[in-house]
């Protein structure tokens, strides 16, 4: 028996709320992979990407530096 045809058999003998739980797991499984799979092909695309969303940011405004130091508590 296949996995997939296991966890098929399992899961339609568990009441439907945990049904709804396995199910919400293995979306968000897919959704990592996908994410994991769009980044081993096109690393580059994948970054630039992220950091086009981040550069708005109020966090990313301002000196790195000044940002590190604050983040340790340190004095400027």
Not at 12 to 20: C, F, G, M, N, V
Not at 28 to 48: H, I, M, W, Y
Request: aromatic fraction near 8%; glycine fraction near 2%.
């Amino acid at each position: 028996m296949k996995v997939a045809d296991k966890i098929y058999e399992l899961v339609k003998t568990l009441p439907e709320d945990q049904a709804s739980q396995v199910l919400i797991f293995i979306e968000s499984l897919q959704q990592k992979s996908g994410a994991n799979q769009a980044f081993v092909e096109q690393p580059e695309r994948f970054l630039s990407e992220y950091a086009g969303i981040l550069k708005d940011s109020p966090n990313f405004n301002e000196d790195p530096v000044e940002l590190q130091k604050r983040m340790r508590d340190e004095k400027p």
